[in-house]
């Protein structure tokens, strides 16, 4: 809804999640644990946040309802799992994974059930960005020998790279109205 920003911070000896209004006040540790807390990633509701956690020992995806703060775990795989990204319509969270052996992008319900490796491909893809209407994802990938924009349908057809440029190219974020990506590049 605008009114508040989730944000890692360190501030306090470790990496957690916290909460504040858009402002800036009224900033509020949300998890508490020895492991790195990152990558918070609010959901369409503005109810929930997923995030990357090594609460556990190892990188896996977590989710928590900003009320209860009662971080539930929704990956359990050896490989490490990052960068949670919600669906706009809730209903899946895409991230990424080493489970393959290399990093991909995958896609699973938001309780951690039905995961689906959606690039399959022997390069690093990672980064998932869902477009607006929930059609299409954009995702970085070095497959063509450096990093680069991609973007795909949901259901991981049509892929395709939008930026083509010897620089690294990274961080894709949708405009509200899918017209146009923004992204990182060197």
């Not at 909460?19 to 020895?34: E, H, I």
């Not at 956690?53 to 703060?69: A, F, K, L, T, W």
């Not at 991230?95 to 959606?118: A, I, Q, W």
């Amino acid at each position: 809804d605008g009114q508040r920003i989730a944000f890692n911070s360190d501030r306090d000896g470790d990496w957690e999640i916290y909460v504040m209004d858009a402002d800036g006040d009224n900033p509020r540790r949300l998890t508490s644990s020895s492991g790195q807390d990152s990558n918070p990633a609010w959901s369409p509701d503005g109810q929930r946040i997923a995030f990357y956690s090594e609460r556990d020992g190892n990188g896996e995806v977590y989710v928590m309802d900003i009320d209860r703060m009662a971080p539930r775990r929704l990956t359990n795989n050896p490989a490490g799992d990052c960068g949670p990204a919600w669906s706009p319509d809730s209903q899946r969270i895409a991230f990424h994974s080493e489970r393959d052996g290399n990093y991909e992008v995958y896609v699973m319900d938001t309780d951690g059930k039905n995961p689906r490796n959606l690039t399959n491909n022997p390069a690093r893809d990672g980064r998932a960005s869902w477009s607006p209407d929930g059609q299409r994802i954009a995702f970085n990938s070095d497959r063509d020998g450096n990093w680069e924009i991609y973007v795909m349908d949901a259901d991981r057809k049509n892929q395709r790279n939008l930026t083509n440029h010897p620089g690294r190219d990274t961080a894709a974020v949708w405009s509200p109205d899918g017209q146009r990506i923004a992204f990182v590049s060197q």
